[in-house]
RNA sequence: GCCAGUUUAGCUCAGCUGGUAGAGCAUCUGAUUUGUAAUCAGAGGGUCGUUGGUUCAAGUCCGACAACUGGCACCA
C-alpha cells in the first residue's frame, strides 16, 4: 500500500535512528520528525557526526530498510514507559513532565530501536523507498530549541515518495545556488561585503544602489500618495534616549555604542522609533490631527549574532522602510487594516502575489510589559482586523515583541527559507514611556495608540528576496540598466551614442557598450548579467534611424524604429501606480 | 553566541602521504573593426584568512583568533 509522505519521511527517521544506534551504542535520542523535503533527527551522542560518516548511515539504512523491518506499536503506561526509556535521559525528560490529559501514550519499535511515538508508521520497512532520500547536513540544535540548554546533533535528511522526486528537488537546489543574492551581487556588480572591516554590511555599487534607491522610491511615491508624512531623525544620540525607550534594558549588548572625550554615551540607532516619538511629542496635537502617520527611511545599526549574519537578508545595518501610525482606539482596527491592504498591494507589484502573515502573540519573558488584559485587547484587535478582513494567517505564539503583539508577513527565498519582510506592531510601550497625548474632542488629554509599521522591511532584506525570486532579472521599472546599446563596430558608435542619448532624455537609464569586441562576446557577456535590453545598431539601424532589440532569455529579434523605442521605453520604466 | 564545514590570483577551482604555488575565465599590451552567448597572440598578477607553534623545511601538521557557508539560538 502507499503512504502519505509525511509517513514515510517520519518512519525513515527511525530507520536512520535504528541505523545509528547500530553504528554508535552509545547514542541518546531526542526527536526526529517530518519536515518539508524530509526529515531530521536529534542525537546526543560523543561521536561527533561529519560528511564522512554519511556513506555509512545510509548504507546502514537502506541494510535496515531492505530487511522487511516490522514497526510495531503499543499502547504503554507511563510507569512502562519510564522503564523502557530508563537509560534515555532525553524521553525521560519528556515523559516527567508528560502530563497524560487523557491520552494514551504510545511507542514504536522498529528492530531494536523504540521511540516515543505517536505514529503512524508504514507497516514494515520493506513499504520505504530506499533510493529516495539522502542526507543533506549535520548541524547543531538546542535541546527543546532553548540555547540554555545542551546542544544536539541534528541530522537532515532530504526525502521523498521517489527517486525521481529526490532528483528534481536536489537539482532544483542546485539550480537555486544560482539565485542566490550573494551569486547575484557579484555576477550583477550590485554590492559586495567587506568581511575584515565591516561584517554583515553592505558596500552598495552603482547599480545595486539604483534599485535600492528606486525600492525607496516607489515606497516613498505610494505613501506620500496615502498621506503619510516624511520625517528623519538623528542616527546618533544619547543613550538615555534608549533607557527611557526601554530597549537598552533589553537590547543593550545588541547597540553600537561608544563614549565621547566629555564621558557620555552615545549610541547609534538600532531603531527609528524613539526618535519618531519625539517628533509627535512636538507641539499639541488634537483628535483632528489623528489618525497622524510619520513615515522615515531610517538607517539602523544593530550588533547582531555572528552566526545570524546571511548576505543580504540579514545584515548589520540596514534601512527600514519604517512608519508610525498615531491612532484613537476607535480608529486601530481601520488602520490595521489599511496597513495589510497596503502591504498587500505594494507586494503585488513586485509580483509578490501569496504572503503568508502570521500573528505573533505573547511570550511570558521578564520584559514583556502591559497587563494580560491589555494584551487581550491588543491582540483580540489584530485578530479581528485580520479575520473581518478574511485574511488568512497563522498564529505565531511567543513571538510577539516584548511591548506588544505584531502581524508580520514573510517571504521565501530560493532555498525555501522564510524572512519577515513586512510588519504591523501594536505598541503599548512607547507613548506611554514618552507621555504622548492628545486633546480629544472632550477637551480632556488621551494616550494615542500607536503602530509601527514597516511595508518591505529592511531595503536590503526586501532586495535580497527580490533578487532571488526573480533571478536577477528585474522588471524594467526596477532594472539599474534596462538598455545596452551595441555598435556592430567603430563606424556606428556616434549612433549608439545617440540612442543612449535619446534615452536618458526620456529618463531611461541606458549605456553603450563601446569595447572593441565583437557582437557575440558583448551579447553573451550582457546576458550573462541579465541586461534586460540589448538594442544592436549597425549599417541598417542607421540609415534608417532604428535599433535592433533583443530581450533577455529571448533569442528573437525584434526591430523597431528609434523614436517609437524610446516612446516604448519612457512608458515601461514608470513605476507601477 | 553554539554545532559542523570552509578560507589558495578579481572569479571558479587544482595542489597526493610536508621539499617555499598552478589552470580556465577576468585584467593589461598588441593585432583585429567585428551583425546576436567567448577573435588571436603575448604579458603582468598570489607574504596560500590572520597569528602562534612543531620541523632542517609548512599552502600542506597542531593551537588561537577572524570571516564565510549550512543549521540552532537570537531577530526591537
Not at 517530518?34 to 541494510?63: C, L, P, V, W
Not at 500607536?450 to 526596477?478: D, K
Not at 532569455?553 to 519612457?570: H, I, T, Y
Request: aromatic share 12%; charged share 30%; net charge negative.
Amino acid at each position: 500500500m502507499s503512504y502519505p509522505v509525511e509517513t514515510v519521511r517520519h518512519s525513515l527517521a527511525h530507520v536512520m535512528a535504528a541505523a545509528v544506534k547500530k553504528l554508535y551504542p552509545d547514542v541518546k535520542f531526542a526527536g526526529g520528525p517530518a519536515i518539508e523535503n524530509g526529515f531530521y533527527y536529534d542525537f546526543d551522542t560523543e561521536h561527533r557526526f561529519s560528511e564522512d560518516d554519511f556513506a555509512q548511515i545510509e548504507k546502514e539504512m537502506k541494510a535496515l530498510i531492505k530487511s522487511d523491518g516490522r514497526f510495531e506499536k503499543r499502547i504503554v503506561s507511563l510507569d512502562e514507559a519510564k522503564q523502557i526509556f530508563a537509560n534515555q535521559p532525553y524521553k525521560m525528560e519528556w515523559l516527567n513532565e508528560y502530563d497524560a490529559n487523557g491520552q494514551e501514550l504510545s511507542i514504536y519499535s522498529f528492530r531494536d530501536f523504540v521511540d516515543l511515538c505517536r505514529g503512524p508508521h508504514v507497516a514494515s520497512s520493506k513499504d520505504l523507498p530506499k533510493d529516495a532520500f539522502k542526507i543533506r547536513s549535520v548541524a547543531g540544535a538546542y535541546w527543546k530549541g532553548d540555547s540554555k540548554n545542551k546542544m544536539l546533533q541534528r541530522i537532515y535528511v532530504d526525502a521523498f515518495l521517489s527517486a525521481d522526486e529526490l532528483n528534481d528537488y536536489l537539482k532544483m537546489m542546485e539550480e537555486a545556488a544560482n539565485r542566490d543574492n550573494r551569486k547575484l551581487g557579484r555576477d550583477m556588480d550590485l554590492f559586495h561585503f567587506e568581511p575584515d572591516y565591516a561584517p554583515g554590511a553592505v558596500f552598495w555599487h552603482d547599480k545595486g544602489y539604483k534599485i535600492y534607491r528606486k525600492l525607496i522610491d516607489y515606497v516613498r511615491m505610494r505613501q506620500e500618495h496615502a498621506g503619510y508624512l516624511e520625517i528623519s531623525t538623528p542616527s546618533v544620540m544619547d543613550r538615555s534616549l534608549w533607557e527611557r525607550s526601554g530597549h537598552w534594558a533589553k537590547y543593550g549588548e545588541h547597540n553600537y555604542s561608544g563614549k565621547t572625550q566629555d564621558g557620555k554615551t552615545f549610541c547609534v540607532k538600532p531603531m527609528s522609533c524613539p526618535g519618531g516619538m519625539l517628533v509627535f511629542g512636538q507641539g499639541i496635537k488634537s483628535y483632528k490631527d489623528l489618525p497622524l502617520y510619520l513615515a522615515e527611511f531610517g538607517k539602523v545599526n544593530r550588533y547582531e549574532a555572528a552566526g545570524g549574519l546571511s548576505g543580504l537578508m540579514r545584515v548589520r545595518e540596514f534601512t527600514q522602510d519604517d512608519a508610525h501610525i498615531f491612532c484613537t482606539e476607535e480608529q486601530l482596527e481601520t488602520e490595521v487594516v489599511k496597513v495589510l491592504r497596503f502591504i498587500k498591494d505594494i507586494y503585488s507589484k513586485f509580483g509578490f502575489d501569496k504572503i503568508s502573515m502570521k500573528l505573533a502573540t505573547r511570550k511570558n519573558s521578564e520584559f514583556r510589559i502591559g497587563s494580560d488584559e491589555i494584551w487581550d485587547k491588543a491582540e483580540g484587535a489584530l485578530r479581528h482586523a485580520l479575520e473581518a478582513n478574511g485574511i488568512e494567517f497563522e498564529i505565531a505564539e511567543g513571538d510577539a515583541a516584548f511591548y506588544g503583539p505584531k502581524i508580520d508577513n514573510y517571504l521565501k527565498d530560493s532555498i525555501g527559507r522564510i524572512w519577515q519582510c513586512g510588519t504591523i506592531q501594536l505598541d503599548m510601550n512607547l507613548p506611554e514611556r514618552f507621555d504622548l497625548s492628545y486633546i480629544g474632542e472632550d477637551g480632556e488629554k488621551h494616550r494615542p495608540i500607536m503602530l509601527h509599521r514597516a511595508m518591505l522591511g529592511s531595503i536590503e532584506r526586501f532586495m535580497g528576496v527580490l533578487l532571488e525570486s526573480t533571478a536577477g532579472v528585474l522588471p524594467l521599472w526596477l532594472s539599474p540598466e534596462p538598455v545596452v546599446v551595441v555598435p556592430v563596430s567603430e563606424k556606428y558608435r556616434e549612433y549608439a551614442l545617440r540612442v543612449v542619448d535619446e534615452l536618458r532624455n526620456v529618463g531611461v537609464y541606458a549605456r553603450a557598450d563601446l569595447r572593441d569586441e565583437k557582437v557575440n562576446y558583448k551579447v553573451r557577456e550582457l546576458s550573462l548579467s541579465k541586461t534586460p535590453i540589448i538594442a544592436v545598431v549597425g549599417e541598417k539601424e542607421m540609415n534608417d534611424l532604428s535599433v535592433t532589440l533583443r530581450y533577455f532569455g529571448n533569442e528573437k529579434q525584434d526591430v523597431l524604429k528609434l523614436s517609437e523605442f524610446v516612446k516604448q521605453m519612457a512608458d515601461n520604466i514608470k513605476m507601477p501606480k
